[in-house]
């Protein structure tokens, strides 16, 4: 089998005293997109952080592109989207800044070149964000600002992408375009490991789902079917019944 772009295998973390993975096996292949779904707090986002290096395994092994994730230095072939944060409203830059920032590791810190700014014009057309390229992102909704970060990772023209619950916030309309932009990065050949609450609008792209329940993987292999949120496994009941003749809304899986 070719060399999965990501290979973890029986990795465990702790944060604080707390084990939050304890013991999970996670592949991404080549040109594959995988998502990572599972309840509030099952781990998801520190396995994330894990791969990209904001979180120290306590055991297990992680390689990326076959290189144990220690020695690994090739940070221009990943982009990131970390999950959603409000801090970075704060940030005094630009969209054309923060979008250019997603270049660093091909810019070396030196002056931005042509192919960068090119880059830069064509990750914000793929996020519908082209005409905002001047604004201070502090003056952007939570919505417009998650598709500024997803441009950052994708004006790196990474191999792989990594993003942690990239539709959160983002209105229905803007999530079509951002599912739009990643079947764009899936057929130049990209790998894609989403964090997601719910597939919705990603629901075709998507290969294949790991669930974690609990620190552990409890599914991996066909995306569960869009049939309801009891579905899944591992899905906390934590929407509300307290009416039974309102059914609540069923956006997707998880939600
Ligand atoms: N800094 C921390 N110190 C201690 N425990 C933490 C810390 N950050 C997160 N946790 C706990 O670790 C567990 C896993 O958190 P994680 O963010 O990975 O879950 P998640 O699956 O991404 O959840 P969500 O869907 O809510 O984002 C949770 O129980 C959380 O409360």
Sequence with gaps: MEQPVIAVRGATA??????VLRGIDLTVGRGEVVALLGANGSGKSTAVRAIVGQVPLTGGELELFGTPRRR????????????????????????????????????KLGPARRADRE????????????????????????????????????????ELLIMDEPMAGVDLASQEVL???????????????????????????????????????????????AVGQHALPGHDHVHPHADPAAEPIRTGLLS
Excluded: N
């Design 72 to 107: 690994f230095r090739d940070w221009k072939r990943v982009g990131y989207v970390p999950q959603r944060t409000t801090a970075a409203g704060g940030v005094p830059a630009t969209v054309r800044e923060v979008v250019l920032s997603g270049r660093l590791a091909r810019t």
């Design 179 to 225: 599912a739009e932009a990643l079947r764009d990065q899936v057929e130049r050949g990209a790998s894609v490991l989403l964090v997601l609450h719910e597939l919705g609008p990603l629901e075709p792209l998507i290969d294949r789902a790991v669930v974690l329940r609990d620190g552990c993987v409890v599914h991996d292999g066909a995306p569960p079917r």
């Design 14 to 19: 702790s944060l604080g005293s707390r084990p």
């Design 119 to 158: 880059a830069v014009v064509r990750a914000l057309e793929l996020v519908g964000m082209a005409d905002r390229a001047g604004d201070p992102v502090a003056a952007l909704s939570g919505g417009q600002h998650q598709r500024v970060l997803i441009a950052r990772a994708l004006a790196g023209e990474p």
